[in-house]
């Protein structure tokens, strides 16, 4: 009944497997040497002797020998390649999990999962920062090809919450609401409503005056309110509210702490219904009435189809302006933290500032920037946005003589265009009104017709009764053209043929006329359009060089701080200057885009390019590594895969004695492993205790006389009594109603941490980093000798294995790659990760140390308070700076002895698993080598079993061989650029003369004959 069993579940899981027919019960009579050879570079094969095991040439794979390639393009056979490994993994797994009852299997399967485990997916998130109204939602719709997804406003701040943007493959539209908590809204009510107690108490505090900054607090939390709340016009009505009510409110019951999800397949209904999330002043429909939820959302996160972010980009739109609510300034800090490319977004009206990059940034997070090592090229760019605002051509050439002198021949052209437009638009005008004048003349001539030919006919009609009776009368009478009639009569014929010939040459001349205002009607549009594009292009030529003096101030700023890590040569700062609303009209107008003669002149495809270009290296390391772990899967079941058959088998106790020889080499690796890792930890403390430790102290000696004479300048002017108590209130952080930052806490922050910064870099981000080159190495020495070591014990006493070890060696000796790997990963997030968090420890300790007393300050009202507040503050400083550098100091080595103290966990993430998979391999070695006792039949059928899932899992792996041998296809052919230029044009030597030989007939179409006798 086992056999049966066996053969039918043989054959239900492998019958789709196989290319040719054919079923267990043709097959379990197989010798296993009778199995087909797999290629060269899959697998060794038992057959192949000494020296063609050691000359062996392995073909490379296509993803492996592309250098000659574009960078993107190479990139993509990697990630083809990439693909194609997962897709030949899922084939195997599903061959390995069909099968049971082998128990190598369950080895391979785990190693499956592993490697799936360990992809990685290139994420890198590039946030834009920027003030109020700089348009950086319009400049991320722009850049996403979906007009108006984001809210947008030129004028003021409209994104109101964090927003994430990422790639949806599902071509439909998702986002998800992420709210504040119950806590967070409530301390924002009990702020307001303290407010509004302290201004019933107390209407004037410090000489008389009005609290300025209360009444802006009060402004800023009741247009919140009155958006959550429409019900509440102003803040009198409040007096019949409580914080606890407001929170049991309908609108914001059972909601706060809560997603929000939404799917659309249309992007306007989606962009509609987000709306009310993220744009400030947005509402939507509730109990009746119109009500918003921005003020109850920390973050909104989207995925939406956009090429842009197809392979792993990520936008993060920040809020402009300052907010008062904890949960969304948490959520803004965290993404500043973690943000890959840093994008600072100003309008070109304040790009070209004396210190714009410092002053874009802000101190605080320049600082912070720089700590982090990404106050650099690769992590930072600023943005130019509305390029073509506030532009006036006439002055700006007049300003700026080198832009006219570079034009000049356009502006004499432009000149001479208007010179002509002007002459053609009075020739035009001349012809317009002798054509109204000769329109009127063939009306006249026309009716004159038309009345001579009726009283023709009328006279002709009155003599036809008489005619029988003046028969031979009327004969002897002849007409100037021999017919006969009475002179009367004569005259009047004669009259009829001279307006007949006064009409035609009215006609030829109208025609001519006509002709003549279509022409000038031509001349007029072209030397319009051409002056527009000259204009354009003239505008352009001011755009491009009010650009040219932002990108110089930028770089010249940004290059004036100093960077002990020198950065790359030829590495520029990279500045894009762009205009949202000009991409947009080429996008969706045929009309003519004032001052961007070409579409590429908005700087939207450039900043797209770069953006894409960003995420290469980390795609490529990401493909890489995770070809490398496949290759390395790959080789590891070679040992399973060949063939075993020597031709002397080991016994039992010759087993147990390679065992205990492997496992005592393999004791040995782990010791040696430990003792590698230990000098790597030692090296770094020593970095830590050296001068680095020497840098802290000094500035704890010298930082204390600084943070005095900081605290006493926060009461200088142009600090209003009313502000320096509205940021005690804030905890040491506040803007002004005047728009004036008061950064207390950062102030001490900056007093630590600023004069660290050249002992940081060197240290965190030069000196450390350095160390992984030779750990590597070292590691790398251990696992060559534990592969001599094992040569020695196991080769020497047993030659008949050598076969068998080299797939063991090769495997071995790879695995150096995978704890590369692994450390790169150590020294690039969780030492990195650890020294962003330390230096971000410093503000927790000032915060510690002055909280209490911003707190008492706060609190302070009534004359004198300012006087008091000031005095307690400057007591303040003398009592605890020192004290609270010592604890900066102290902050900061705990977090990165933590660090250190994670190494061996994280390090050992790379070790273990070298180490079980040596074990695994070496325990199938001595099972394929191992003289076997005699099987049950049910034993000999699993084993003809496995030979066959053996075969096809070799195929699996001879057909991704040959996937990854084809080519790619050929990259995307670009669109052509337009660029509108002038159209040729000659001013003619005489504009009046008309080509009479023309065909056309301009004529009006009324003609003589309509109502003549003939």
Known sequence: MANCKIKEEFNSAHAAELNEPGTFD?????????????????????????????????????????????????????????????????????????????????????????????????????????????GKSSLINVLLEHEDLLPADDEKACTASVVEISFNAELEYEAVVERIDKEDWQSELNQLFKDLDDREKVATCEDEEPDLEREYRIKTAFSKIKCVYPEIKNPKDLQDYTAKGLLSHPNVKGILGKDHQIIHKNRDKFAAEIRPFIASGATNGGLGKTYAQWPLVKLVRLRIPAPLLEHGLVLVDLPGSADSNVARGIIAEKYQKNLKVTCVVAPATRAATDKPAQDLLGKALQLSLQLDNRFSTENLCFIVTKTDASINVKRYLQQNPDVEAAIAGELQLHKDYSENLNTWKIYFGEAQATSRSETELGKSLRKEHKQASRALGALRGKSSKKRKRNDEAEASAVTLHGVPGKPEEQAMR???????????????????????????????????????????????????????????????????????LSPAAGSLLQVFCVSSTAHSLWRTSSDLVPGFPKRSDTGISKLRRWMTKTTLDTRNDNAVAFLESFKHFQISMGPWLSDSSIDSKLNGAEKEAI?????????????????????LIDSCEELIAGDFSDAMEEIERKGVSTVQLTVNRWAQKPVHWASH????????????????????????????????????????????????????????????????????????????????????????????AALEKNSARIFAETIQ??????????????????????????????????????????????????????????????????????????????????????????EELTLNCTKEECKSEEERLRSHLEVEVKRNVRRCFEELMIAWEAPLDGPEEEEDEVELIPRQYEMPDDPTKIDDTSDEDYSDGSGVGDDSDG
């Open 26 to 134: 043709q097959t379990v009579n197989c010798e296993s040497n009778m199995l087909p050879n797999t290629a060269p570079d899959l697998l060794v094969n038992a057959d192949l002797g000494q020296e063609q095991l050691s000359n062996r040439e392995v073909n490379k794979p296509l993803w492996q020998n592309c250098e000659d390639l574009e960078r993107l393009q190479q990139i993509e056979v990697k990630e083809r390649a990439v693909d194609d490994s997962l897709a030949c993994m899922d084939r195997i797994e599903k061959i390995l999990h069909s099968t049971t009852g082998i128990k190598s299997l369950a080895r391979h399967i785990a190693a499956i999962e592993k490697i799936r485990e360990n992809h990685k997916k290139c994420r890198l998130l590039v946030g834009f920062l920027g003030v109020s109204g700089a």
């Open 494 to 564: 004669n009259n009829l043929m001279e307006l007949e010939a006064r009409i035609a040459a009215h006609e030829k001349q109208a025609a001519r006329t006509a002709r003549f205002l279509v022409k000038s009607n031509e001349h007029i549009e072209t030397l319009q359009y051409n002056l527009e594009v000259l204009e354009s292009r003239q505008k352009g030529a001011c755009i491009n060089k009010r650009n040219e003096t932002s990108t110089f101030e930028l770089r010249q700023d940004f290059e004036s701080v100093p960077n002990p």
């Open 659 to 679: 065992c205990r020889d492997f496992e005592s080499a393999l004791q040995d690796l782990i010791k040696h492993f430990q003792i590698v890792l230990q000098d």
């Open 725 to 816: 108590r509205a940021c005690n209130r804030a905890l040491g952080t506040w803007t002004t109603s005047g728009g004036l930052q008061l950064s207390w806490c950062d102030d001490l922050v900056g007093i630590y941490l600023e004069p660290l910064t050249n002992q940081w870099l060197k240290t965190i981000h030069k000196a450390i980093p350095a160390l992984k080159g030779g750990y590597d190495s070292k590691v790398a020495e251990c696992i060559e000798s534990f592969v001599t070591a094992l040569q020695q014990r196991i080769l020497v006493p047993y030659p008949q294995l050598y076969d068998a070890f080299q797939d063991l060696k090769e495997s071995t000796l790879r695995t150096p």
């Open 833 to 922: 990760e650890g020294a962003r968090e330390a230096h971000r420890k410093v503000k927790p300790v000032v915060r510690t140390v002055w909280d209490n007393t911003f707190v008492l300050c706060g609190e302070q009202y009534g004359r004198g308070h300012f006087k008091r507040n000031i005095d307690t503050h400057n007591e303040h400083a003398k009592q605890s700076s020192d004290r609270m550098l010592k604890k900066c100091s102290l902050a900061i080595r705990e977090d990165l002895s933590q660090v250190w103290a994670s190494l061996p966990d994280e390090f050992a993430k790379g070790t273990d698993p070298v180490i079980e998979q040596a074990r695994a391999e070496f």
